[in-house]
């Protein structure tokens, strides 16, 4: 599933118009039918029904929809803003489509007392006022009407982009509709993954109105979200003459003696997650309280590290922020013929080394959550979440990494700028320990995937997964540990493999 900006939606649109020559009209037929259809199996007799329609496209969609409700034995009362006269192009064409099929328009401008009273009375609310086509701040008169959908107790349904909320995701301080649910036609758009725009959608459903793929690839998108279907097909499978040494030997640097949980999640992670040898690097003084807990690990003391012979490095969770730990992460960045990743701490030492990330060979895979990321471009947290695909994307193509910017909906940048967007995992996760689990799974993904990208995503997914299965099978977002979300590897990943389709 394809996630597009504004302009990137426009462009689709042109072309499948343009070139392939589904005409706007029958375009915007599908996308009402789909509104439609989705609504129609839920839609009670006689249930009232207020929709709500803008000037452009997305009221055009709209009055597909309400002829389509105009058989349907509701109640509907169809609400225009603007004057019927200003209404232009395929929103005409089916604004007369409607009438002639014996719908009857209102204008909010000239009845508002009984617009008002119209959408105080109604079940159901179909807003359709403004979708892609909206920028910047709503004119007064669409703010006004905004308020009123959001005051009134009808389930309110939003046709393409809650209206008010910037498609492309820009911050934005003014009203917009809080949807209950959104029907978003073909593409997701980038609004829908971040703050504070996403707050708006309710539930989402990602609707076909039937553009070729080919109009998608044209338009040069290159996002997407990553689903269950993506894991299946591209889990690895162990070759039946394999050894242990077949399936990574790596090398985690975690721990400090305030922080010693980390380095226990992270590898417990890494072995659950199928790495074939592990050697933990931990401060000698740690090194016995964690050790009884990790039989499977090797350690490898901090004063005799040995990279020769590894397959990959981890380095980062709860590491500390001593001067000497920045040695560590430089030497892991400049013993560049294995993957490495680099977490928390890690990442606090970059700013002063972003030169060698550039420079090395093998891939680099940084984990920041947005304070980390916020600190790797000396800017704010606030800075960051305004724009965290552009953040994204700019730091992992100028530097060659994969960055995995962390947060609901983690987004995953390659460095050629391609991305990836994560909507597993829940407010669970908001707790200590849940990161280092995800680097010890991704240490391990990493390890045993011939394609970083994949393996990345994988990991993403499946530390979402985890916090999403243990809320529907007992726990609550509360209560969820570091420690149950490595234990619960084992049936989500037997999960995926069970249907795994290559
Ligand atoms: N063929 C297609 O493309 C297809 C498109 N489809 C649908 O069309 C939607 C996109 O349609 P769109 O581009 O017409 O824009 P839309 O979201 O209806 O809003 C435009 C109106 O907003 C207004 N406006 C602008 N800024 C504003 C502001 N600050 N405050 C208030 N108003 C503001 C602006 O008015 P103006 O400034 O010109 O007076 C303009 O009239 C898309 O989301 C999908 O639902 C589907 O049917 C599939 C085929
Ligand atoms: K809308």
């Known amino acids: 599933m394809h996630v597009v900006s504004r302009e990137e939606m426009q462009a689709i649109d042109r072309y499948t118009i343009g070139q392939i020559g589904l005409g706007g009209p029958l375009l915007m037929e599908n996308a009402g039918r789909a509104v439609y259809d989705e609504l129609a199996p839920n839609l009670k007799k006689g249930e009232k029904i207020c929709v709500v329609l803008g000037k452009g496209n997305n009221g055009g969609d709209g009055f597909v929809a309400a002829r389509m409700l105009l058989d349907s034995g509701v109640d509907e009362e169809v609400w225009l803003l603007p004057d019927p006269l200003e209404i232009k192009g395929d929103a005409a064409y089916h604004m007369n489509a409607f009438l002639k099929a014996g719908g009857r328009i209102r204008t909010i401008q000239e009845e508002r007392e009984a617009f008002s009273q119209s959408i105080g009375e109604a079940d159901l609310v179909i807003d359709a006022l403004l979708g892609t086509g909206f920028q910047g701040t709503p004119y007064p008169e669409c703010l006004e009407v905004i308020d009123q959908m959001n005051q009134s107790k009808a389930t309110v349904v939003s046709v393409d982009l809650p209206s008010g909320v910037p498609a492309n995701g820009e911050f934005f301080s003014h009203h917009a509709v809080a949807a209950d649910l959104t029907l978003t036609?073909?593409?997701?758009?980038?609004?829908?993954?971040?703050?504070?725009?996403?707050?708006?959608?309710?539930?989402?459903?990602?609707?076909?109105?039937?553009?070729?793929e080919v109009s998608v690839q044209q338009a040069g998108v290159r996002r997407k979200v990553w689903r269950e279907e993506d894991v299946r097909c591209t889990l690895p499978h162990r070759d039946p003459f394999s050894?242990?040494?077949?399936?990574?030997?790596?090398?985690?640097?975690?721990?400090?003696?305030?922080?010693?949980?980390?380095?226990?999640?992270?590898?417990?992670?890494?072995?659950?997650?199928?790495?074939?040898?592990?050697?933990?690097?931990?401060?000698?003084?740690?090194?016995?309280?964690?050790?009884?807990?990790?039989?499977e690990t090797m350690f490898m003391p901090r004063s005799a590290l040995d990279f020769q012979g590894l397959s990959g490095i981890a380095i980062g969770p709860g590491l500390g922020r001593e001067p000497e730990q920045a040695d560590l992460v430089r030497r892991v960045l400049e013993y560049d013929s294995v993957p490495c990743v680099i977490d928390a701490d890690g990442i606090y030492y970059l700013s002063g080394m972003t030169e060698l990330l550039r420079k090395r060979k093998s891939p680099i895979v940084l984990t920041p959550h947005p304070g980390e990321m916020a600190h790797l471009l000396g800017t704010s947290v606030s800075e960051v979440e305004k724009s965290r695909f552009d953040v994204s994307k700019q730091f992992?193509?100028?530097?060659?990494?994969?960055?995995?910017?962390?947060?609901r909906n983690t987004i995953i940048t390659a460095p050629d700028g391609g991305q990836v967007v994560n909507t597993t995992g829940n407010?669970?996760?908001?707790?200590?320990?849940?990161g280092d689990v995800l680097t010890g799974?991704?240490?391990?993904?990493?390890?045993?995937?011939?394609?970083?990208?994949?393996?990345?995503?994988?990991?993403?997914?499946?530390?979402?997964?985890?916090?999403?299965?243990?809320?529907?099978?007992?726990?609550?977002?509360?209560?969820?540990?570091?420690?149950d979300l490595i234990e619960h590897i084992p049936p989500v990943l037997h999960h995926l493999y069970q249907k795994a389709t290559c």
């Open 185 to 212: 036609l073909e593409c997701p758009k980038l609004a829908q993954f971040v703050q504070p725009a996403a707050r708006c959608f309710g539930e989402v459903r990602t609707l076909s109105i039937g553009i070729p």
């Open 427 to 434: 407010a669970a996760l908001a707790k200590g320990g849940s």
């Open 243 to 295: 050894h242990k040494g077949s399936h990574g030997k790596g090398l985690l640097i975690a721990g400090s003696e305030q922080m010693s949980g980390a380095a226990f999640f992270s590898a417990r992670a890494a072995l659950r997650s199928g790495i074939g040898l592990l050697s933990l690097s931990v401060p000698d003084e740690v090194r016995p309280t964690i050790a009884s807990h990790l039989p």
């Open 441 to 483: 799974i991704l240490f391990a993904f990493l390890l045993q995937h011939g394609r970083t990208l994949d393996a990345v995503c994988n990991a993403v997914y499946l530390h979402g997964a985890l916090a999403d299965d243990l809320v529907k099978t007992g726990h609550s977002q509360l209560d969820v540990l570091a420690t």
């Open 396 to 407: 992992a193509e100028k530097f060659g990494v994969y960055l995995v910017l962390k947060g």
